[in-house]
């Protein structure tokens, strides 16, 4: 990692050099200008992390070095330093866009403080640039994103597959991105300019289910008020994605079995027999082997479709994914809430790197979307985040604690509660509520060991 560029103005030859000694102690890559015109011409040649600049120059005043500093490059940041310790001067300074302001005599811990911190954003604002060109170029698949090998070894088969007309099976659970892939394989296709058509096979009953499917005549059931064209139709010459395969009914597996082997097919309450060229893309969580060994699921079905079969590992088990998918999202949800937040604070990714995600990628995105929307810095905070991620982590961390044998009921239950608090960090409703308790029982328990 390079050494932070910082430029320091002060036209006192003792306070500069006095600094400049004490900062190259902290690695920090200094320059020094005596004069507001050499730190312009300075600043014309060279791109500086970090200005700290005295307020009151011989030649230029404080707030036009600021503006021009700013007009360079609005991401140097600067610290103002004056003997003036007026608020206002503060105030004007700031709104030439300081980002910092110090009195004389400077304190060197405070500004080292300052500095650590202004240096700390800035990587995180320059890994965010990077990571954009990144999320430009490879690691975005058709808007699936992942740079573990896993999700690369995916993109690769589906650059491979796609072109195929062969039936592909999703295996992943919720919120993985089954349906992002089966997009993805659609329009890696020569299928592409043709229909991608969805349905969700788990929430509809097999009746509607198999008009949805196949369409129906007018008058085939009661409300059939006219001809209606089905999914395999809308999808000729394109693909059908069937999400949840694996709660079909026998019936119904049956008639889409019958396609599947000859393309052909009839509206429910039709005669006419309809041809169709679909390509059939089905995703599932269950463990469809272990359905047919159970007879629920047809095995002739199964072979039909899990000609390619996908696994998608969930989002636990590929982490190295979770920090890119986090920025994705963070820059999809600041664009579209309009705010220009500009990371995320390192202690805030390490919870989301810790958390454990049942609800995979969909989770992560909500979540962060919601982070967008009550962040009131421009980087994201813990708080920003549900209390869960971090009850949970902490959990996730602690070991187990242990009651040895013997322990009286009561010990036992100190220990509980103590536990419990530390885990909630002092909270003690959400401790209550993890106990099952009220807020008020645990006041009472505290006053009752106090008095013992
Ligand atoms: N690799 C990824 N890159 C970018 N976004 C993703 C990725 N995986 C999932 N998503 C996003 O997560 C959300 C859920 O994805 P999708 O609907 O494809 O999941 P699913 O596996 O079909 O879920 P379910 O089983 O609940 O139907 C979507 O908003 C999708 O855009
Ligand atoms: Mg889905």
Redo the contacts with the bound molecule.
């Keep these: 990692m390079r050494k932070p560029r910082l430029l320091l103005i002060d036209d006192d030859v003792n306070t500069v050099n006095g600094l400049k000694t004490l900062l190259s102690r902290s690695d920090y890559d200094t320059s020094c200008a005596l004069t507001g015109r050499d730190a312009l011409k300075m600043i014309e040649r060279i791109h500086f992390d970090i200005v700290i600049t005295d307020m009151k120059l011989p030649d230029i005043g404080g707030f036009t070095i600021i503006e021009e500093i700013k007009r360079k490059d609005a991401n140097t940041s600067v610290v103002m330093i004056t003997a003036y310790s007026s608020i206002q001067t503060a105030i004007d300074a700031m709104k030439k866009g300081a980002d910092h302001y110090l009195t004389k005599p400077v304190n060197i811990d405070e500004l080292e403080l300052i500095l650590g911190r202004i240096w700390e954003k800035q990587l995180l604002i320059l890994q965010n640039r990077e990571l954009k060109q990144k999320l430009d170029e490879k690691y975005n698949f058709h808007g699936l994103i992942g740079d573990t090998t896993e999700m690369q070894q995916i993109f690769k088969t589906i650059s491979e597959i796609a072109p195929t007309t062969a039936t592909v099976l999703i295996y992943g659970a919720t919120g993985t991105g089954?349906?992002l892939i089966a997009n993805a394989i659609h329009h890696n296709s020569d299928r592409k300019e043709k229909s991608f058509v969805a349905l969700?096979c788990a929430s509809l009953s097999e009746g509607v289910l198999e008009s949805e499917l196949f369409g129906h005549e007018k008058g085939a059931f009661t409300g059939a008020m006219s001809q209606r064209r089905g999914r395999f139709e809308l999808a000729d010459g394109g693909s059908l994605f069937l999400?949840e395969i694996g709660e079909l009914s026998s019936h119904v597996q049956i008639k889409l079995l019958r396609v599947l082997e000859t393309g052909c097919f009839e509206r429910v309450g039709g005669e006419n027999s309809l041809n169709t060229d679909v390509r059939i893309i089905a995703?599932t969580n269950k463990d469809l082997e272990k359905e047919v060994e159970k007879g629920t699921f047809r095995e002739d079905l199964y072979y039909r479709l899990n000609v390619i079969n996908l696994l998608i590992p969930p989002l636990k088990e590929r982490r190295d994914d979770i920090a890119l998918l986090a920025d994705c999202f963070l820059i999809k949800y600041s664009k579209k809430n309009k705010k220009n937040i500009k990371g995320f604070l390192p202690q805030t990714m390490r919870l989301l790197n810790s958390y454990d995600w049942p609800g995979n990628v969909r989770e992560l995105e909500n979540i962060v979307e919601r982070a967008v929307v009550m962040a009131k810095k421009d980087l994201i905070e813990p708080d920003n985040l549900p209390s869960k991620i971090s009850l949970s982590v902490k959990q996730a961390n602690r070991d187990v604690f242990s009651i040895p044998f013997g322990t009286s009921l009561r010990d036992a239950e100190r220990k509980i509660i103590t536990e419990t608090l530390q885990a909630t960090n002092g909270s003690k409703s959400k401790a209550a509520k993890i106990l099952g308790i009220s807020t008020r029982k645990i006041e009472y328990k505290h006053k009752e060991w106090s008095k013992a």
């Design positions: 089954k349906e969700h999400d995703a």
